[in-house]
């Protein structure tokens, strides 16, 4: 562990994720075992939903891996069986909550990008926001340096205490846009779009040399 001096973010409080289980029935799926696939860039989807977006990026990307992870059974299932009709052998399914399964999955520095498309939390509770979450550091453990983080929300409070949470505890460049008007890559997109609301998105950078306390850190299950 580094302490805090050495760390590239502000944050105190740690993760515990030496406390969290696997999740149920948890293996590491085909796309970080196998040593071929491995050497395509990893990208991961939180909250993937019913794998809009997951689907279309897999699609336009072949040379990408993309894991994309739902913890509702309902919309996982819808997910999983688009996944299968349309048969890409670069997206991963993943039905989890996606920290648990982040914690015993991923290793250090080896994803290229995140995107948490609209992921809508109570919101009179900013504890359940990712960036508010000592989780998030543990995140950016896992991304790659270069790699990006990309939010989406039609919330403007959420994408401003983002940004901001972004820029003071995170200490990570960011770039906030608006989603074009016509852009359909989630069915929440679609349906926020539709009611003329307006969207951003946020695009947060790992600098190179960035540091967390979680950069050695592997599972047990790993090790
Ligand atoms: C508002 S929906 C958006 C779904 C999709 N991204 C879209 O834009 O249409 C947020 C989704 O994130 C999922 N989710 C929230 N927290 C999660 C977690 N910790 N792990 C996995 N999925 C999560 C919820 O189950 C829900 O399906």
């Known amino acids: 562990m580094l302490d805090q001096q050495k760390m590239s973010h502000k944050q ?3 993760f515990q994720a030496d406390k969290l289980s696997p999740p149920r029935d948890f293996t590491i799926p085909e796309a970080l075992a196998s040593t071929k696939k491995i050497n395509q ?3 991961l989807e939180i909250g993937a939903g019913k794998g ?26 819808a997910f999983s069986k688009l996944a299968t009709e ?12 996606a920290i648990a ?18 992921p809508n939390p109570e919101q009179h509770n900013p ?14 453990s896992r991304l790659s340096e270069g790699g990006e983080v990309i939010l989406a929300t039609n919330i403007e409070s959420y994408m401003g205490n983002a940004q901001q949470q972004a820029k003071s505890i995170w200490c990570l460049p960011t770039l906030c846009e608006k989603v074009p008007a016509d852009s359909q890559r989630t069915h929440f997109e679609v349906k926020y779009l539709a009611r003329n609301e307006t969207c951003w ?13 979680f950069d050695n850190w592997v599972t ?4």
């Open 220 to 223: 047990a299950h790993k090790k």
């Open 12 to 14: 105190s409080r740690a």
């Open 41 to 43: 860039p990893l990208v």
């Open 86 to 97: 349309h048969n890409l052998t670069n997206l991963t399914p993943v039905h989890a909550d």
């Open 101 to 118: 399964w982040i914690v015993h999955a991923i290793k250090p520095k080896s994803i290229a990008c995140i995107y948490i498309l609209y």
């Open 127 to 140: 504890n359940q926001q990712w960036l508010n979450m000592p989780f998030f550091e543990f995140l950016l």
């Open 52 to 77: 809009k977006h997951a689907l279309l990026f897999a699609s336009q990307n072949p040379n990408k891996q993309l894991i994309a992870i739902e913890r509702t059974r309902n919309k996982f299932e």
């Open 201 to 213: 998105q946020l695009t947060m950078t790992k600098p190179k040399g960035y540091r967390t306390r």
